[in-house]
């Protein structure tokens, strides 16, 4: 490690700092996993967003322009040709 590099990791604020209390290393480690996971679910939510979502095709506008039933001996059968 260089000098500069060694300045700027000791001059580094902390991300978590104890105010008050005596915490255990267990505690601490407890504390940590617990804003890492919720971090980790903050971006995960993000990135789900970010993600376009596919689009329904039941309510597609063409769907709407279907050909009318006929009516008729052998309608039905008509019906598939369309």
Same mark, same amino acid.
């Given at each position: 490690?260089?000098?500069?590099?060694?300045? $700027? @990791?000791?001059? =580094?604020? #902390?991300?978590? *700092?104890?105010?008050? /209390?005596? %915490?255990?290393?267990?505690?601490?480690?407890?504390?940590?996993?617990?804003?890492?996971?919720?971090?980790?679910?903050?971006?995960?939510? $993000? @990135?789900?967003? =970010?993600? #376009?979502?596919? *689009?329904?095709?039941? /309510?597609? %506008?063409?769907?709407?322009?279907?050909?009318?039933?006929?009516?008729?001996?052998?309608?039905?059968?008509?019906?598939?040709?369309?």
């Amino acid at each position: 490690m260089s000098g500069d590099d060694q300045d $700027a @990791a000791t001059s =580094a604020q #902390p991300v978590l *700092r104890v105010v008050k /209390g005596d %915490p255990t290393p267990e505690e601490l480690a407890a504390l940590v996993a617990v804003v890492a996971a919720r971090n980790a679910a903050a971006a995960h939510a $993000a @990135a789900a967003a =970010a993600r #376009p979502r596919p *689009r329904s095709e039941w /309510g597609h %506008p063409v769907r709407a322009h279907r050909t009318p039933h006929r009516v008729g001996p052998d309608a039905w059968r008509r019906s598939a040709w369309a």
